[in-house]
């Protein structure tokens, strides 16, 4: 009978069971086919994919985040945690998490559109027929989108033009279509600028692709957008309100990232103690030295305060309570404590660790990309420090 304590919290019996059994499948199904994979691979033979979607199709784990009305199968946001920090746990998991088995979907902002939006495009991403992305970020930052974005948009008749260019935008070019922010006005008298979401295809007129080369396997791309002529109907949510619909976005997708930055750490942690347990030197084992069973403590003891918070935040999300700083802590502490215990573990392993036959240096580069995507870690101190002195009052000296 799996534990009922999840490291100090106590989860219901139905996520007790539904993590063990994504923990079965990525032992059963995803780690044969991973192990035929090179290093560096960004995924695995579509016939493969095919076969691992329908076997998490039958186990009720794919289309999680998807309405039901559009087929999907929505589940708790403790339940989201606890699947993407147990499918991370793959040599793949910082990209394509259980090898990309439990699917995709549309942008989530996508089911806040019209209902000719959702048609063609957000219900295609559910079957599987259509793929996207969201251009956020700019040449001049992307951390503060409200006043850093650039990329304008000019209202022409029924359509609209916007030039620009969006920097680091995963999967870009591969996809069909995604949801780029641009600027509609300039605000004034103490207004912030209007930002505006819109619904671009790859194949309009005005968008190209150039790919970046960066520390992972897997290359970005820079958008560049030139008088790129846009329908009027594919404005997502109201003209100017394109800010909100981001944030509600991010706080959305930064607690089960964090939460995959964990499974990866907990992985290597796991590896490290079974490798550090086998390991003999000149006087004894591995495992008995000081050194190593500091390394191991102090990962052991980050990476269950880093787990705790994701748990309580997703806990909120559920309770319908406002989550937005204590998405950023999770994005901080999780990302953060998850590159420190990857160094510990490939430090432990000596050589072997940065060798290509482990996942270690993958999971090395892959969670210092993780530090910047979805809002790099000094944005996020400064969302937590200015809620916290907001809502301080000095204390019992001060107060």
């Known amino acids: 009978m799996p534990e009922a304590n999840h490291y100090g919290f106590a989860l219901p019996e139905e996520l007790i069971l539904l993590r ?6 990525m032992r059963e199904e995803v780690k044969p086919i991973e192990d035929t994979l090179p290093h560096d691979a960004m995924g695995c033979d579509p016939e493969d994919r095919k076969r691992l979607r329908a076997i998490a199709e039958e186990m009720g784990l794919t289309r999680l985040n998807v309405p039901e ?11 989201r945690v606890i699947i993407a920090e147990e499918s991370a746990k793959c040599r793949l998991g910082g990209y394509a998490p259980a090898l990309g088995a439990f699917g995709g979907g549309p942008p989530n902002i996508i089911w806040g559109g019209t209902d000719s939006q959702i048609e063609r495009y957000g219900v295609p991403c559910v079957e599987g027929r259509k793929s996207a992305f969201v251009a956020i970020t700019e040449p001049t930052g992307g951390s503060d989108p409200r006043n850093n974005i650039q990329t304008r948009a000019e209202k022409h008749g029924d359509f609209w033009k916007l030039n620009g260019r969006k920097m680091w935008i995963t999967g870009a070019k591969w996809a069909d279509f995604g949801v780029i922010f641009a600027r509609t006005d300039d605000g004034g008298d103490g207004k912030p600028p209007g930002i505006t979401a819109f619904i671009v295809e790859n194949d309009f007129k005005g968008i190209t692709f150039n790919e970046i080369g960066v520390i992972r396997a897997l290359s970005p791309f820079e958008i560049v957008l030139e008088d790129c002529e846009v329908p009027d109907a594919n404005v997502l949510g109201r003209v100017g309100g394109g800010f909100n619909v981001a944030q509600t976005w991010l706080v959305d997708a930064r607690i089960p990232y964090a939460a995959g930055c964990i499974g990866m750490a907990q992985e290597a942690l796991d590896m490290a103690c079974g490798w550090v347990k086998q390991r003999p ?8 030295k000081q050194a190593i069973q500091w390394m191991i403590a102090d990962s052991e003891v980050e990476l269950r305060a880093a787990r705790l918070l ?3 935040a997703a806990t909120k999300v559920d309770a319908g309570e406002p ?4 998405a950023s802590v999770c994005k901080l502490y999780g990302t953060e404590t998850a ?3 990857v160094d510990r573990a490939i430090q432990m392993f000596g050589g072997m660790g940065v060798a290509k036959e482990m996942p270690l240096e993958r999971w090395y580069r892959e969670l210092r990309v993780k530090r910047i995507g979805e809002g790099p870690s000094e ?4 969302v937590i ?3 916290k002195l907001r809502n301080t009052d000095g204390g019992m000296y001060f107060g």
Do not use: C, I, W
Request: glycine share 10%; hydrophobic share 40%; no cysteine.
């Open 69 to 79: 009305a559009y087929g999907g199968n929505p589940v708790s946001a403790l339940a």
């Open 20 to 25: 063990e059994q994504v923990r079965r499948f």
């Open 323 to 326: 989550a937005k700083v204590d």
């Open 379 to 382: 944005v996020h101190r400064m």
């Open 339 to 341: 590159g420190r215990v």
């Open 385 to 387: 420090a200015r809620d």
């Open 310 to 312: 994701v748990y309580d």
């Open 281 to 288: 030197t000149r006087d004894g084992m591995l495992e008995d």
